[in-house]
Each structure stands twice: as structure tokens, then as C-alpha cells.
């Protein structure tokens, strides 16, 4: 069965430095989605991506935060300057298009900040 | 905006008992319902989910119910054994359009002993 893979599995990373979480979403989806989870903590929507721009973002996605989708395959999420609190998982979801077509996740990447 | 809450936080149940949890949302718009189980280390994975023009719908040990005039739905699990163990997540979306953004509720963490 397709999956959405995403890597890496885990980043460390200083405080104040860039970090790209790249996702590869299941192939014939073309919808696509940032969600976070701090530990213990639910899961969070980030941003939504369709047809090469964002379609929806939350609060949480801020000027640090930017989404790209590079080639035919990957779809990467980049912050720009790393805080203490961006420490999290971070899970990529793709879907296909028509109405209310559930969410597919990967098993996310764990994001430590130093 | 959509707001999801789940109950219980917590649930522990023996083997073969069967199990409930519960979300209520607050925008009569949301047509859409899928649940969640997380287990360690993983992406939430989707179990079932629900269209609003049905009121209940089921998967061998898993079924789903809707109370659209109450704005809640919940999961129901029969039979549970030990593998069922997991966090469960319910979810609804965002707002009516399609591939939106999911808003999900707390989870429950369920044990299931032997």
C-alpha cells in the first residue's frame, strides 16, 4: 500500500539555524499538509498545499516557517531560524482530490532543538 | 473556527470489553469525521471515518457514530484485545472546502490488558 514517507526520522539542530523536514507524499495526491505534535501534546495543523501554493495555514505558521514543492515528488517544510519551542513532531499528510477524502500520514520527523 | 473535544483522556478496559470515546465539534458545517490511532513512535494512522449523510458506520470491530443535531460522534470498539492499545485521535475539518485542514481533538489513551 503507498505511504507518504518522510525523513529524516530525526533532526538535532542549534537553536538559530535553518532546517528542511522533507516529506514524499503518495504519488497520485495532490493535496498536501504540515501538522505538529508536541510530545504528549495533540496533533496540529500547520499549512495546506494545493496546486503549487499554500491553501491554508494556521497561527502557528509563521515567517519562519515556508513550504515548497521543489520537484514532482517532494514537498518540504523549511524554518528559517530555529526556536527552543519548534521542538516537536512534525508529520507530513497528503490526500487526492474530492470532497472529504481522508488524510494520509507519514510517521513523521521528530525535530530536537538545542 | 472548528473546535474538537474528546473524552475520556484516558481508558482502561480488559480484554474482549469493549470501548468508547467520544468528540463533540462546533461548526454544523463539518461533514467529515475520521479517527486516529497512534501508536509509539508512529503517524497517526486513519481507522475510520464518517460522512454526515450517514449515521453510523462500521468495520468489523470498529464502528463509528454520528449525532449531527448534537455535534458528536463517536468510536466504538468491540471485542478489544491488547493490539488496540494506542492513542486515539478524532478529527474534523477546518471548514467546508474541500482539502482542508483537519483540527483534531486530544486523544484518549487506551490500555487494553490481558
Known amino acids: 500500500e503507498p505511504e507518504v514517507t518522510q525523513t529524516p526520522s530525526h533532526q538535532v539542530t542549534q537553536m538559530g539555524q535553518e532546517v528542511i523536514l522533507r516529506c514524499v507524499p503518495i504519488?497520485?495526491?495532490?493535496?498536501f499538509y504540515w501538522y505538529r505534535q508536541i510530545l504528549g501534546q495533540k496533533v496540529e495543523f500547520l499549512v495546506s498545499?494545493?496546486?503549487?501554493?499554500?491553501?491554508?495555514k494556521s497561527e502557528i505558521f509563521d515567517d519562519q516557517f515556508s513550504v515548497e514543492r521543489p520537484d514532482g515528488s517532494n514537498f518540504t517544510l523549511k524554518i528559517r531560524s530555529t526556536k527552543l519551542e519548534d521542538s516537536a513532531m512534525y508529520f507530513c499528510a497528503s490526500r487526492r482530490t474530492g470532497s472529504n477524502q481522508p488524510q494520509h500520514f507519514g510517521d513523521g520527523t521528530r525535530l530536537s532543538i538545542l | 473556527g472548528e473546535n474538537v473535544e474528546q473524552h475520556p483522556s484516558t481508558l482502561s478496559v480488559q480484554e474482549g470489553d469493549s470501548a468508547v470515546i467520544k468528540c463533540t465539534y462546533s461548526?454544523?458545517?463539518?461533514?467529515?469525521f475520521p479517527w486516529y490511532k497512534q501508536e509509539l513512535g508512529k503517524g497517526p494512522q486513519l481507522i475510520i471515518d464518517i460522512r454526515s449523510n450517514v449515521g453510523e458506520k462500521k468495520d468489523q470491530r470498529i464502528a463509528v457514530t454520528l449525532n449531527k443535531t448534537a455535534k458528536h460522534f463517536s468510536l466504538h470498539i468491540t471485542e478489544t484485545q491488547p493490539e488496540d492499545s494506542a492513542v486515539y485521535f478524532c478529527a474534523a475539518p477546518h471548514a467546508d472546502q474541500a482539502g482542508t485542514a483537519l483540527i483534531f481533538g486530544k486523544g484518549t489513551t487506551l490500555s487494553v490488558s490481558s
Open positions: 504519488s497520485n495526491h495532490l493535496y
Open positions: 498545499f494545493y496546486n503549487n501554493e499554500i491553501s491554508e
Open positions: 461548526d454544523s458545517a463539518s461533514n467529515y
